[in-house]
């Protein structure tokens, strides 16, 4: 296993780096990690075991505490390498009637996204950095969050898109430098998934 170091205004802090490079995405099992010179309870690491519609594994991903922060740490696999950029959000899985975790084959299931502040997208508490898929299909990500605690994601869902993620950052308008708006339809999905498209793969985080 690979340490990362992330340096930030509350200084240095290292991290697990669970990427396709150091760690098989199964081997997360670890029972503590390092902040500073202290060392977190197990009970304080979190993951989500990906799968996509088949059922097949596609990957891990780890929400780890970091003081008052979240470490994410992501080793995902069956992408389309074609779609480069692709969307990955935490879900909100709050609601039985959709049904409950990852239910194949879309995953509607998991709800919208975690958006507990009642936001537009770009402001949804479970927006996260795009994935970029590497030629082999893979992506790793590793970063350092304030905009969810791990507490308040136990329960929700990973969903990777098949798309891109436009974060709501459409700007619309009469101006030559804006869109002009279509159908309050689009407008209205691009405020609330960013238009990334399908949910290929799915994880519950526990």
């Not at 899985?93 to 084959?105: E, S, T």
């Not at 507990?116 to 994935?131: I, K, Q, R, S």
């Not at 590497?134 to 994601?153: C, E, K, N, P, W």
């Amino acid at each position: 296993m690979n340490l990362m170091s992330v340096t930030g205004a509350a200084g240095a802090v290292t991290v697990f780096c669970f990427s396709i490079g150091c760690a098989a995405p199964e081997s997360t099992n670890d029972s503590s990690i390092e902040l500073g010179t202290s060392v977190e309870a197990a009970s304080r690491v979190l993951t989500a075991k990906l799968v996509d519609a088949n059922g097949s594994s596609g990957g891990t991903v780890v929400f780890a505490r970091a003081g008052s922060r979240t470490v994410v740490s992501a080793s995902v696999r069956l992408l389309s390498p074609a779609s480069d950029f692709h969307g990955f959000h935490l879900h909100a899985n709050d609601n039985p009637a959709n049904g409950d975790g990852c239910v194949p084959p879309a995953f509607t299931s998991a709800d919208g996204h975690f958006n507990p502040a009642g936001g537009t997208h770009g402001d949804h508490g479970g927006d996260m950095p795009v994935l970029f898929a590497m030629a082999d299909g893979t992506a790793a990500a590793s970063y350092l969050t304030d905009a969810f605690t791990i507490d308040s994601v136990k329960g929700r869902a990973v969903i990777v898109h098949a798309g891109r993620n436009n974060y709501g950052n459409v700007p619309v308008g009469p101006n030559a430098d804006q869109y002009t708006p279509n159908s309050p339809a689009a407008t209205t999905l691009t405020e609330s998934t960013g238009n990334a498209g399908a949910r290929i793969l799915c994880g519950v985080v526990e």
